[in-house]
């Protein structure tokens, strides 16, 4: 599987758009981008999923460049439930495993 | 999404006893589970994959007799900790899968075990 690099830690304010970068330049043409998150003694959350094509659900929009090296997670109005770390995973099938790097720890500000 | 769930949420025991986690998919038949371990300020880390009717897979370092990995049905797994010592208190988690291309994978809430 493609290695991620996601930054350690970031802020945003509530209320605000959480934009969580993730590079990916290893990516192969088959593979997708996976988004989980993990709220502090919970197991991970699904959040979205891509190939190519920019996706959107009720929880996030997951936004993929054209050459795939690289995508952001953007939580539109974050909110305190949001703080957690965020997983950036590349994955072939749904039914491989997951290879968990250290993730975004995302803080939500007051 | 899809519900997992996982049993116990916390176990307490002692030294040397053995522990068996449940983990079940509720709404989907799962092809294929993963049991994680994950330590204080840790990442995930995969212990085993099982696959529903044969042996489960064991990454590298896991001791595939002291976690006993059962995967009977399409629905059910279960992880047993055989004679449990305090380096393994940890948080083990489950995630189940449909299988195919760009599926889902979905998790379960966790267990934390405590070794005493």
């Known amino acids: 599987d493609a290695k991620t690099t996601q930054p350690p830690s970031m802020d945003c304010a509530e209320g605000r758009a959480a934009n969580l970068p993730c590079n990916h330049s290893?990516?192969?043409?088959?593979?997708?981008v996976y988004w989980y998150r993990q709220i502090h003694s919970q197991g991970p959350q699904y959040i979205i999923h891509?190939?190519?094509n920019n996706e959107t659900n009720e929880m996030a929009s997951l936004i993929i460049t054209e050459d795939r090296k690289s995508s952001t997670l953007i939580l539109p109005h974050a909110t305190l439930r949001d703080t957690a770390v965020y997983y950036c995973?590349?994955?072939?099938?749904?039914?491989?495993?997951?290879?968990f790097g250290t993730g975004t720890r995302l803080t939500i500000i007051p | 999404g899809a519900v997992v769930s996982q049993h116990p949420s916390r176990v307490i025991c002692k030294s040397g006893t053995s522990v068996k986690i449940e983990c079940r998919s509720l709404?989907?038949?799962?092809?294929?589970m993963f049991w994680y371990r994950q330590f204080p300020k840790k990442s995930l880390m995969l212990m085993a994959t099982?696959?529903?009717?044969?042996?489960?897979?064991?990454e590298q370092g896991v001791e595939k007799d002291k976690f006993l990995i059962n995967h009977a049905s399409l629905t059910l797994s279960t992880l047993t900790v055989t004679s449990a010592h305090p380096e393994d208190s940890s948080f083990y988690i489950c995630?189940?899968?449909?299988?195919?291309?760009?599926?889902?994978?979905?998790f379960g809430p966790g267990t934390r075990l405590t070794v005493l």
């Open positions: 995630s189940a899968a449909e299988g195919g291309r760009g599926n889902e994978q979905f």
């Open positions: 709404d989907f038949q799962a092809t294929t």
């Open positions: 891509g190939l190519k």
């Open positions: 290893t990516i192969s043409g088959n593979e997708y």
């Open positions: 099982s696959n529903e009717g044969s042996k489960a897979t064991y």
């Open positions: 995973i590349i994955s072939n099938f749904g039914n491989e495993k997951l290879t």
